[in-house]
């Protein structure tokens, strides 16, 4: 299913734009792209996120950074408090928007590395959406120039968040590049990317960053918070998922397709890191693609 674009509203006093969305039945499944950053907080409901390749699970108090052109879509399952709606406040900024603040103001320096993060998405950690959580609610009844300053304090404190996760992208999605300041790195997970699908031996990636076996596993973990090998099976994995859900070739030869030669050790994957098997899952989010 191709990706709808949509024409984000804007207004000819602000430079961004802000939705106070609130649904009382449910978010639909609205399988979309457009040029804009999206940050978006999910507030009582839960469901399934999608963004490119990769499906999870949301719930109250969801918080994430997509780039620029990332087909995503949210769609909901229940809400927590059924007398209250689903409630998904987004804010949209252009990257030229971006560039511009973190080119002019040195002192936002630190929301270029987060930016770099999101050219996929980025998932917040529960303590940052506790400290930011107030400051997106309140913009909803403020003023142009009030809502400007409250998101740059929420970037700020965003762009601080050491426990923010980045959703990987996956091979034949369409994502940007993930762009990573150490060059090492940028030709390890370029390889990856590339070969996910065939055996790959951690030394070999050791070898490309050209350093020790040993400081290339502290490297990796540094910039993905990951290994190298739950790297390879999350990009596995995200691969396989767009394949469930978007054709009918069988489990078995998907799994090969993305590098298993086991089937037995792709459904413990595919169900240590979805919570459902390849089957359960293609009969849950397929219908969304037809």
Same mark, same amino acid.
């Given at each position: 299913?191709?990706p709808?674009?949509?024409?984000?509203?804007?207004?000819?006093?602000?430079?961004?734009?802000?939705?106070?969305?609130?649904?009382?039945?449910?978010?639909?499944?609205?399988?979309?792209?457009?040029?804009?950053?999206?940050?978006t907080?999910?507030?009582?409901?839960?469901?399934h996120?999608?963004?490119?390749n990769?499906?999870?699970r949301?719930?109250?108090?969801d918080?994430?950074?997509?780039?620029?052109?990332?087909?995503?879509?949210?769609?909901?399952?229940?809400?927590?408090d059924?007398d209250?709606p689903?409630?998904?406040?987004?804010?949209?900024?252009s990257? &030229?928007?971006a560039?511009? %603040?973190?080119? +002019?103001?040195p002192?936002?320096? *630190?929301? /270029?590395? @987060?930016?770099?993060a999101?050219?996929?998405a980025?998932?917040?950690s529960g303590?940052?959406f506790?400290?930011?959580?107030?400051s997106?609610?309140?913009?909803?009844?403020?003023?142009?120039?009030?809502?400007?300053? &409250?998101?740059?304090?929420? %970037?700020?404190? +965003?762009?601080?968040?050491?426990? *923010?996760? /980045?959703? @990987?992208?996956?091979?034949?999605?369409?994502?940007?590049?993930?762009?990573v300041?150490?060059?090492?790195?940028?030709?390890?997970?370029h390889?990856?990317?590339?070969?996910?699908?065939?055996a790959?031996?951690?030394?070999?990636?050791?070898?490309?960053?050209?350093?020790?076996?040993?400081?290339?596993?502290?490297?990796?973990?540094?910039?993905?918070?990951?290994?190298?090998?739950?790297?390879?099976?999350?990009l596995?994995?995200?691969h396989?998922?767009?394949?469930?859900?978007q054709?009918?070739?069988?489990?078995s030869?998907?799994?090969?397709?993305v590098?298993?030669?086991s089937?037995?050790?792709?459904?413990?994957?595919?169900?240590a890191?979805?919570?459902?098997?390849?089957?359960?899952?293609?009969?849950?989010?397929?219908h969304?693609?037809?």
């Amino acid at each position: 299913m191709k990706p709808s674009f949509e024409k984000v509203p804007t207004e000819a006093a602000t430079s961004w734009t802000l939705l106070n969305r609130r649904l009382p039945d449910a978010i639909p499944f609205e399988w979309h792209h457009h040029p804009e950053y999206e940050l978006t907080l999910t507030l009582n409901s839960r469901g399934h996120r999608y963004i490119s390749n990769d499906v999870a699970r949301y719930d109250d108090g969801d918080l994430i950074l997509v780039g620029p052109n990332i087909p995503h879509s949210w769609s909901s399952a229940e809400r927590i408090d059924e007398d209250q709606p689903h409630v998904a406040l987004v804010i949209w900024f252009s990257a &030229a928007w971006a560039d511009s %603040l973190v080119t +002019l103001f040195p002192e936002m320096a *630190a929301v /270029r590395p @987060l930016l770099a993060a999101a050219q996929h998405a980025v998932s917040f950690s529960g303590r940052a959406f506790s400290e930011v959580r107030s400051s997106i609610e309140a913009m909803v009844n403020q003023t142009p120039p009030q809502r400007l300053i &409250a998101l740059l304090t929420v %970037l700020d404190r +965003l762009a601080r968040d050491a426990d *923010a996760t /980045r959703i @990987l992208p996956t091979p034949g999605g369409q994502a940007g590049d993930q762009i990573v300041e150490d060059a090492r790195i940028h030709r390890v997970l370029h390889y990856l990317h590339g070969n996910y699908a065939r055996a790959i031996n951690v030394a070999e990636l050791a070898e490309l960053a050209c350093v020790s076996l040993s400081a290339f596993h502290r490297m990796f973990r540094r910039h993905t918070r990951c290994t190298a090998l739950d790297y390879i099976v999350r990009l596995r994995i995200g691969h396989a998922c767009a394949l469930l859900m978007q054709g009918d070739s069988p489990v078995s030869i998907i799994a090969e397709e993305v590098g298993y030669s086991s089937l037995a050790l792709f459904n413990r994957q595919f169900k240590a890191l979805k919570g459902l098997t390849p089957s359960a899952f293609r009969q849950t989010h397929s219908h969304h693609f037809q």
